[in-house]
């Protein structure tokens, strides 16, 4: 496995391996490792010639100072763990690599990113999509894998990749828990036992509504209602937000019909920020 840290070297190596005509699949991370990154590294493995794993903490896609300081970064123990996945490269570039002296230019999905997360975090999508912008235009990779969790983030990505006319599929994995329930994520390293505890209630919210769904409720608030009852029992939670949304443009609905529709929520746990979602009427 080589860690490579330079943009010149990783466009090299892409055009070696396309002129080798191999299957290249890039997993885009944020480094600080976990199960729900791992499964898309074997779902990679098993579907590419070729895996290449990027750490980046993306300064731009934070719109918290505090939020980007405090983002748990351990690059030893992350390429340590991919070399035991059998990952081909791990592109871990510096900042002035990906964002040069006077780099002024930006991606941004209009409509999708302004809901939900992008209302909470002003400016994160813009960041998230000018940096996968560049990791898909440095690594031109055949797939590109992402978790369910970042649900919004997949909706972002599937607009740019398709508006701007990128060739790479975009691969969605259903996400990764904890025995609890819990989302696994990078941030749950950064509750107390207690908060992780408590922060199932989430997950629970979200399955009661899934639920009730099931048994035949159509309507958006009534199940939203649920989800927000859940977590706000829970002392320790304070609610970001929850609501019933299209899969593929974000967009609240009222009544559930035929399009692929989701229940998001975000809640905080202390400082941590934690979101999760669940797809209510899954199509294929
Ligand atoms: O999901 C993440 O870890 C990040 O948002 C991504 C896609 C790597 C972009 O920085």
Same mark, same amino acid.
């Given at each position: 496995?080589?860690?490579? &840290?330079?943009?010149?070297?990783?466009?090299?190596?892409?055009?070696?391996?396309?002129?080798?005509?191999?299957?290249?699949?890039?997993?885009?991370?944020?480094?600080?490792? /976990? !199960?729900?990154?791992?499964?898309?590294?074997?779902?990679?493995?098993?579907?590419?010639?070729?895996?290449?794993?990027?750490?980046?903490?993306?300064?731009?896609?934070?719109?918290?100072?505090?939020?980007?300081?405090?983002?748990?970064?351990?690059?030893?123990?992350?390429?340590?763990?991919?070399?035991?996945?059998?990952?081909?490269?791990?592109?871990?570039?510096?900042?002035?690599?990906?964002?040069?002296?006077?780099?002024?230019?930006?991606?941004?999905?209009?409509?999708?990113?302004?809901?939900?997360?992008?209302?909470?975090?002003?400016?994160?999508?813009?960041?998230?999509?000018?940096?996968?912008?560049?990791?898909?235009?440095?690594?031109?990779?055949?797939?590109?894998?992402?978790?369910?969790?970042?649900?919004?983030?997949?909706?972002?990505?599937?607009?740019?990749?398709?508006?701007?006319?990128? +060739?790479?599929?975009?691969?969605?994995?259903?996400?990764?828990? +904890?025995? $609890?329930?819990?989302?696994?994520? $990078?941030? &749950?390293?950064?509750?107390?036992?207690?908060?992780? +505890?408590? !922060?199932?209630?989430?997950?629970?919210?979200?399955?009661?509504?899934?639920?009730?769904?099931?048994?035949?409720?159509?309507?958006? $608030? &009534?199940?939203?209602?649920?989800?927000?009852?859940?977590? +706000? $029992?829970?002392?320790?939670?304070?609610?970001? /937000?929850?609501?019933?949304?299209?899969?593929?443009?974000?967009?609240?609905?009222?009544?559930?019909?035929?399009?692929?529709?989701?229940?998001?929520?975000?809640?905080?746990?202390?400082?941590?920020?934690?979101?999760? &979602?669940?797809?209510?009427?899954?199509?294929?």
């Amino acid at each position: 496995m080589e860690i490579i &840290n330079r943009r010149q070297r990783m466009f090299s190596i892409s055009r070696k391996l396309r002129r080798e005509e191999k299957v290249v699949g890039l997993v885009p991370t944020m480094g600080a490792l /976990h !199960a729900g990154h791992l499964k898309l590294v074997e779902e990679a493995r098993q579907s590419c010639d070729v895996v290449i794993v990027s750490i980046f903490v993306n300064p731009t896609q934070f719109n918290d100072k505090g939020d980007l300081e405090r983002y748990p970064r351990d690059l030893t123990s992350d390429a340590a763990l991919l070399a035991d996945y059998d990952v081909d490269y791990v592109f871990a570039p510096d900042v002035e690599e990906i964002y040069p002296e006077g780099s002024s230019t930006y991606v941004y999905v209009e409509g999708i990113s302004e809901c939900l997360e992008g209302a909470s975090r002003p400016g994160h999508f813009r960041g998230v999509a000018t940096v996968v912008t560049i990791l898909l235009n440095t690594v031109r990779p055949d797939k590109a894998f992402f978790g369910q969790k970042d649900a919004q983030q997949v909706a972002v990505i599937k607009r740019l990749t398709s508006d701007l006319g990128f +060739e790479t599929e975009i691969v969605v994995i259903p996400t990764i828990r +904890e025995a $609890s329930g819990l989302a696994m994520s $990078s941030r &749950n390293a950064l509750l107390t036992d207690e908060q992780r +505890e408590k !922060a199932v209630a989430i997950i629970e919210g979200l399955r009661e509504a899934k639920i009730a769904f099931k048994k035949g409720e159509r309507n958006a $608030s &009534n199940l939203a209602e649920m989800v927000q009852k859940r977590i +706000e $029992s829970e002392p320790l939670a304070r609610l970001d /937000h929850v609501a019933v949304v299209d899969r593929e443009t974000m967009q609240p609905i009222d009544k559930i019909g035929d399009n692929e529709t989701l229940i998001v929520a975000a809640a905080y746990f202390g400082e941590v920020r934690l979101i999760d &979602n669940v797809i209510l009427n899954r199509m294929q």
